[in-house]
């Protein structure tokens, strides 16, 4: 399988832990679930199983893609069952019993864990983002090329922590698009 494959290879270059996020969406990948599952009792692979989020420039999503984490958890446990670990956040985490790897889940929208959530995100452009769905941003760039002090480095990330919610603000009534890619976010 050429997921192994790679896996493998990733270890011998070093790096460690392997990590891999899966976006599920219902019948486009869904019936992967079980085999992804499957591989972190015989890998040493760090699986995330990541729900699918309002998050893009396409505008294409839509709730009918959208599967939970319990959904997914329910689709392989009684194959694979897995126990509650823990973990660093902001997922919450999971193993097979014996295995070598461990599955981690965030469903940002389905769990309102944003309570855990202890990411913040640079973005392409320099600034820092406290929420996946908040277009708020604390400009760092601008601070940092101006040759700022550590005082008010500090304030700069202590004003982004203090904006990140308590609770998400996406409304299943009212969906939109919260229009940046991933890749000028910050992943
Ligand atoms: S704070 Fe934002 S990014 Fe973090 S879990 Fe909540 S919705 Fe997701």
């Known amino acids: 399988?050429?997921?192994?494959?790679?896996?493998?290879?990733?270890?011998?270059?070093?790096?460690?832990?392997?990590?891999?996020?899966?976006?599920?969406?219902?019948?486009?990948?869904?019936?992967?679930?079980?085999?992804f599952a499957d591989l972190t009792a015989h890998t040493p692979?760090?699986?995330?199983?990541?729900?699918?989020?309002?998050?893009?420039?396409?505008?294409?999503w839509s709730v009918e893609?959208?599967?939970?984490?319990?959904?997914?958890?329910?689709r392989f446990n009684p194959l694979y069952p897995a126990e509650k670990i823990t973990g660093n956040g902001p997922a919450m985490y999971f193993k097979i019993k014996n295995a070598k790897g461990t599955i981690g889940f965030i469903d940002c929208i389905g769990d309102e864990f944003c309570m855990m959530c202890n990411r913040l995100?640079?973005?392409?452009?320099?600034?820092?983002?406290s929420c996946l769905?908040?277009?708020?941003?604390?400009?760092?760039?601008?601070?940092?090329?101006?040759?700022?002090s550590d005082e008010e480095l500090e304030n700069i990330f202590r004003r982004?922590?203090?904006a990140k919610p308590k609770i998400h603000p996406i409304d299943f009534k009212d969906l939109r698009t919260w229009e940046r890619t991933m890749s000028g976010i910050g992943g």
């Open 1 to 35: 399988m050429k997921i192994q494959r790679g896996i493998k290879k990733a270890h011998e270059l070093g790096f460690d832990p392997v990590k891999n996020n899966m976006v599920v969406k219902r019948g486009m990948n869904d019936n992967e679930i079980e085999d």
């Open 45 to 60: 692979l760090h699986l995330r199983f990541i729900s699918y989020m309002p998050v893009g420039l396409q505008k294409k």
């Open 65 to 74: 893609k959208y599967i939970s984490a319990g959904e997914i958890k329910k």
């Open 121 to 129: 995100r640079l973005t392409a452009d320099g600034k820092l983002r």
């Open 133 to 148: 769905f908040k277009e708020q941003e604390v400009d760092i760039k601008t601070a940092l090329r101006s040759g700022c």
């Open 160 to 162: 982004a922590i203090t």
